[in-house]
């Protein structure tokens, strides 16, 4: 095999709560993570001459040691000790720096794409800890689909699939920084928690309805706080009919859960002209295999 394309799929939070901070600066998570069907498409291809080559869609992404995807082969390579080059193609769709893992992601496209390139045959768990060498949600992102995640990220338990619904996903054309915001997340202070245990049994029953009043993610009160604007979108859907809301991750993205493709489709289009449509999809849970 000497070429290979993959989809690099994005995730959103579920649930997300933070319950400790660790001496070393790192926060214990407790989380429910989705993989949606928005992807970027990865394509490695080997080359005989040494290095690692990336080439982008997008202009002001970096191309050397500061892309995640670099890091990951770059890292396979001196582990394995693998000769010669590779060139890799990326068109990326996942918004950058949206709270969806689109760095991760592509990350774990790239080390699932150098073990068949290469024919190495690694189990799941041997590149998951390669991952977390990368970033705490990298071994996520090479799992997929549906799965709780503790301690910094890296501890995972598969749950069954999510139950099917229509996911709007609007990423407004601000950004936040992660670190401010758990910089600024008050602990201490905080006096209502994701109820994580409750979206897992929901998830188990197949309820979307309790899935969706279930959805918490505690580092709304930061994010939220400083882009009032969020608020305002996790609002307008409910307004079009979506049965939850939630900021993914740090944010800035917000997603909508609607179990009809009418009012999904409807907001939808409210957002892509609106004032925050400058990236907005219409897309639904993925589970791989």
Known sequence: MNKITLYANAKINLGLDVIGKRPNGYHDVRMIMQTVKLHDILTLKKIRRKGIFIKTNLHFLPTNENNLIYAAIK????????????????????PVAAGMAGGSTDAAAALHGMNQLYETYLPLEKLQE???KLGADVPYCLLGGTALSEGIGEILTPLPPAPACYCLIVKPRFAISTKYVYENLALSELTEHPDIDA????IEKEDLM?????LGNVLETVSVKEHPELADIKATMISF???????SGSGPTVFGLFDDQSKANAAFMHFKVGPYGKQSFLTGFFQPG
């Open 130 to 132: 390669m991952g977390v």
């Open 199 to 202: 979206l897992i049994s929901a």
């Open 241 to 247: 009919g979506a049965l939850g809301s939630l900021m």
């Open 75 to 94: 890292l396979f390579m001196n582990e394995y000790h693998i000769e010669g080059g590779v060139h890799v193609t990326l068109e990326k769709k996942i």
């Open 210 to 214: 309790m899935l969706s009043s279930s």
